[in-house]
């Protein structure tokens, strides 16, 4: 079997007004995504995720990773690592980055291919399950008034989410009112997660964390600048609340240093960003050996969903997943057949790879403006 093709496919949804959230990049109106779709001279393709900026990763995946890959045996895994980022790729793309986001991608599809071939699902190839459903908690509360973030919080509580995470990061005092108010309105065994999506500085970090732990947090997720490893562990060591970490590191030595200079206490990849499933292993590997909770970070589309559900089913140090709750038909239409939530519950899919089928209404309705002919990238995906 030998790779015959590398694609992108970029999507982008609109979302309503009554839909849209305040972000720290303002008012989302919109979800994107770059899909990676891998083909092959036997006619079996994979799927992948890229979460990143659609137009680099298109450039990356056409220029520098199709040439290099196209003629592989896409289950040769680790020979492709080897040809796509260690001999060449990195020289292109540096070590990190979006050209790591790229490959994440493709490397999501080659086990996709590699599980359809072995006839299994994705969690198997991964040691089969530790766990039938995944826990998962909801990640939708964002800035307003602390009454109406309280009333959203029991609302997912309600619903049996494991837990909720309310975006902070914005204003103390404001932060610090709503955090209150939700675990005043959820009680003191309910889990509130707090995430300040690099908003503070180490002074405002530490008072925010201190608050937060009066308040119960579980955890403050990446309070300061992704790349300020010292200052995640001086938060860690001065505010008393545990520091959460991970969206926007990439490849294993990111987690490895924040790590081993003790400024994290739960680790959050994103399948779709820090380099796949192979990296993710090592990552997950890397955590195990030195007792650090791994929680899935989950912000795209169905097929990002898919790859972290079999991850977090096979994975026994992942002690709950993102699901993240907001507006996004790119996760919600996508597939034939979309994740549904139970009880606070995801299961992951029984058919080979990661086992899901993409809808082809919805990537007509959804398909990126100014990409490749959406007739012959259907036609591709048939």
């Not at 056409?62 to 003629?71: D, I």
């Not at 103390?172 to 065994?189: P, Y």
């Not at 002690?319 to 057949?337: F, K, Q």
Request: proline letters at 4%.
């Amino acid at each position: 079997m030998k790779i015959t093709d590398v694609k992108t496919i970029r999507l982008r949804a609109l979302i309503p007004t009554e839909g849209q959230v305040f972000s720290r990049s303002g008012v989302r109106n919109t979800r994107s995504t770059t899909l990676i779709k891998v083909a092959t001279d036997d006619g079996i393709y994979g799927l992948g995720s890229a979460s990143g900026n659609g137009e680099l990763i298109e450039f990356i995946v056409a220029r520098v990773l199709k040439p290099l890959l196209v003629g592989m045996d896409p289950t040769e895994i680790d020979e492709i690592w080897d040809t796509a980022y260690v001999r060449g790729g990195h020289k292109e793309f540096g070590t990190r980055g979006i050209g790591v986001v790229a490959l994440s991608g493709v490397d999501i599809a080659l086990w996709d291919i590699l599980g359809k071939v072995r006839g299994i699902p994705l969690y198997q190839l991964l040691g089969g399950k530790v766990r039938d459903k995944v826990p998962v908690y909801a990640t939708a509360l964002y800035p307003e008034a602390p009454s109406k973030v309280a009333a959203r919080a029991r609302g997912f509580a309600e619903q049996g989410f494991h837990g909720v995470k309310i975006k902070v990061g914005f204003d103390l005092d404001q932060d610090i009112r709503i955090v209150r108010a939700v675990r005043q309105e959820l009680g003191k065994d309910f889990i509130v997660m707090t995430d300040a999506n690099q908003g503070y500085s180490v002074e405002v970090g530490i008072k925010a964390a201190q608050a937060f732990a009066d308040a119960g947090a579980f955890w403050l997720e990446e309070p300061l600048f992704v790349e300020d490893i010292e200052g995640h562990a001086i938060l860690r060591e001065r505010g008393n609340t545990p520091i959460a970490v991970g969206e926007n590191l990439h490849m294993s030595y990111a987690f490895e240093n924040f790590i081993l200079r003790g400024a994290v206490d739960f680790i959050q990849p994103d399948v779709a960003r820090a380099g796949g499933i192979t990296e993710i292993r090592k990552i997950t590997a890397l955590a195990a050996k030195h007792n650090v909770p791994v929680s899935f970070h989950t912000w795209g589309d169905g097929v990002a969903l898919a790859a972290s559900v079999h991850l977090s089913a096979a994975l026994k140090d992942c002690i709950v997943m993102e699901l993240d709750y907001t507006y996004n038909p790119l996760r919600e239409e996508l597939l034939r057949e979309p994740f549904k939530v139970e009880d606070g519950y995801l299961t992951p899919p029984e058919r080979p790879g990661l086992g899901i089928e993409l809808n082809p209404d919805a990537l007509q309705r959804f398909a990126f403006a100014g990409s490749e002919d959406l007739a012959i990238r259907q036609k591709t995906l048939a």
